[in-house]
């Protein structure tokens, strides 16, 4: 009788334990959610886009401070009104920066490159990023090169076709245009 009561004793304390700590952890990730959400629409550049743009703020010139200007748009478009698909994402390309290859191209082609596993052809690449501005046809593969600028920065995307569907995306090649 006395080891039941004992067993009993110990079995309401562990299960006393057991609730203290599952209210201890439920408020810590309770707190650690809620200061996560509170910063999930954040924008963050680098140390090295901080000095940048320190520099072309001090310039006061129209031309660097546009850039910025584009950038924190895209930005809060994105956050405000996200695309919920490529089509609504090339027609805000359309609206914007287009026939131009800036920040907008740049995010139509990484979100093409995503879609590359549902193998993207040919015929749909050139329908929302316009004909290559370089193409190469090797042996049974043929690559296409488009140059874009993306924050400023000059970059080259090559896709690789392989009878008429894309197979591989290299985005953000620092190749400069011919």
């Excluded at 910025?68 to 919920?84: I, M």
């Excluded at 027609?91 to 093409?112: C, D, I, K, T, W």
């Amino acid at each position: 009788m006395r080891i039941r009561m004992l067993t009993t004793a110990v079995l309401i304390g562990l299960l006393a334990g057991s609730v203290a700590l599952n209210v201890a952890f439920w408020r810590a990730d309770r707190a650690v959610t809620k200061a996560i959400a509170a910063h999930q629409d954040d924008f963050s550049i680098s140390l090295i886009e901080c000095k940048e743009l320190l520099v072309d703020l001090n310039s006061a010139s129209s031309v660097r401070l546009q850039k910025w200007t584009d950038r924190f748009q895209q930005y809060v478009d994105q956050q405000t009104n996200p695309a919920h698909n490529l089509d609504e994402l090339y027609a805000r390309y359309q609206a914007v920066e287009a026939p131009g290859h800036s920040n907008r191209f740049a995010e139509l082609l990484l979100n093409l490159s995503v879609a590359e596993r549902d193998h993207v052809a040919k015929s749909r690449l050139v329908k929302y990023l316009g004909p290559p501005d370089e193409s190469e046809i090797e042996k049974d593969r043929e690559v296409l090169c488009y140059h874009y600028t993306e924050n400023g920065s000059k970059r080259s995307a090559f896709v690789i076709l392989s009878n008429g569907i894309a197979i591989s995306f290299m985005l953000d090649a620092h190749k400069e245009p011919k």
